[in-house]
């Protein structure tokens, strides 16, 4: 009896092809979390839509019409202006000097004291661990006070300091960002840290490997996509810093890009078109750093997830 043909009394039966099975229905908590997905990302790019969509318009055009309306007139001119007007080079140049050196000084220290905490033995490991982090619990504003008496009474050489003080120096932030990002990377190293195997350690010690061999030749070439990670990371927060420049420095000209945009607002009337316009510039660099770093930094993100 050939597979079309059907018994008597029972109903024919539609053939199923070979490895097609039922559909199934979709479940209701993907669809439900990609739609919370798309949201999410529409309401993250949603501002920075709109200040692109404000920087493209003159200032006349949005007193005229108002920031919510239809376009009359697109220009780039408040780019031109924005980059000459508030000296964009010069404060670049500031924002470089305190964000390359608080960076590269934090994943130096980071990795050290990481290696130290998961490849030494000692009874206070996990002391250090707690204090690194705890480090990160403490809100910034709540040592503004006495932070800024301390950097007034700290004297520093000139060739690190003008003023000869901490207050109203490149070095002052640059420490600042060190002490305040580096619990963060102690952290997030020594977790990645703890799941390389430990024969390969083993095998490193009974090859005379010391110890610094087997921290620089060893665990620092393994621990590369996460320090690209935290290189990313580290770079958008400092180099995006406000607080700490508006309070820990006094002199316009020393102070980084992200405080460069306050030059432009004007005493009774702000363009928030120029100032759209600046902030866009001053995200490049950002974007560079993510683009040169992506492959490392979702390497760094996902690699530790599935060891150990």
Known sequence: MSAAETLPGRPAVAETPRGAG???????????????????????????AFALYVAVRPYSDTRKYGYVSMPHHI?????????????????????????VPAVIIVLCLASGV??????????????????FTAGNLLPQQVIITPLYRIYLKIHLPHFLAGSGLMYNSI????????????????FVLSNY????????????????????T???????????PALAALATLLTT????????????????????????????????????????????????????VYVLLQKQFIAGLSLGSSKG
């Open 193 to 212: 840290m703890k799941s390389i195997p430990g024969e390969m350690y083993e095998a490193a010690l009974v090859d005379g490997a010391s110890l610094w």
């Open 75 to 99: 220009t780039f001119q408040n780019f031109r202006d924005a980059w000459t007007q508030s000296d964009m080079l010069h404060f670049f140049w500031n924002s470089a000097l305190i964000t």
């Open 22 to 48: 039922p559909a199934r229905p979709r479940p209701w908590g993907q669809i439900a979390s990609q739609v919370f997905l798309i949201v999410a990302s529409v309401l993250w790019l949603l501002p920075i």
């Open 214 to 224: 087997r921290f620089w030749r060893l665990t620092v070439p393994l621990c590369r």
């Open 114 to 131: 990481a290696f130290v905490l998961t490849r030494v033995n000692l009874k206070i490991n996990i002391s250090l661990l707690i204090l």
């Open 171 to 186: 070095f002052g932030l640059v420490a600042i960002n060190v002490a305040f990002q580096l619990g963060f990377c102690v």
């Open 237 to 288: 927060w400092i180099y995006n810093d406000f607080f700490w420049a508006i309070t820990l420095m006094s002199s316009g000209d020393k102070r980084p890009v992200t405080s460069a945009l306050a030059n432009l607002q004007g005493q009774f009337v702000s363009n928030q078109n120029l100032i759209a316009a600046a902030a866009m510039i001053a995200a490049i660099p950002t974007l560079v």
